[in-house]
């Protein structure tokens, strides 16, 4: 059973920082694409930044220079390091899996994990 599971949000002021992680079980992690999507109230759920298993990397442009996707394989953990947080940056983020192969494919959500940048 795949799970991923997040962590690392919270209330911060604007101008901080948060580092999210998600870690999954039951796959196999380091073939798949990984990602962040976040969904504020009464908006559309948006993908954030991206990491591809090959380690390449695509942002949405309003973060683009203060957020920073990785993963680490090993410990099967993707992470967002977010910076210089915005109140706009609210919203409840969310950690995807995704796999492909052009015959099937797979996708995978975890539960979220609310961010709050508020004074």
């Known amino acids: 059973q795949v799970q991923l599971v997040e962590s690392g949000g919270g209330l911060v002021q604007p101008g901080g920082s948060l580092r999210l992680s998600c870690v999954a079980s039951?796959?196999?992690?380091?073939?798949?694409?990984m990602g962040w999507y976040r969904q504020a109230p009464g908006k559309q759920r948006e993908l954030v930044a991206s990491?591809?298993?090959?380690?390449?990397?695509n942002y949405v442009n309003s973060v683009k220079g203060r957020f920073t996707i990785s993963r680490d394989n090993a410990k099967n953990t993707v992470y967002l390091q977010m910076n210089s947080l915005k109140p706009e940056d609210t919203a409840v983020y969310y950690c995807n899996a995704g796999w492909a192969n052009g015959v099937t494919s797979r996708d995978y959500w975890g539960q979220g994990t609310q961010v709050t940048v508020s004074s």
């Open positions: 990491i591809s298993s090959s380690m390449v990397t």
């Open positions: 039951g796959m196999s992690f380091s073939i798949y694409a």
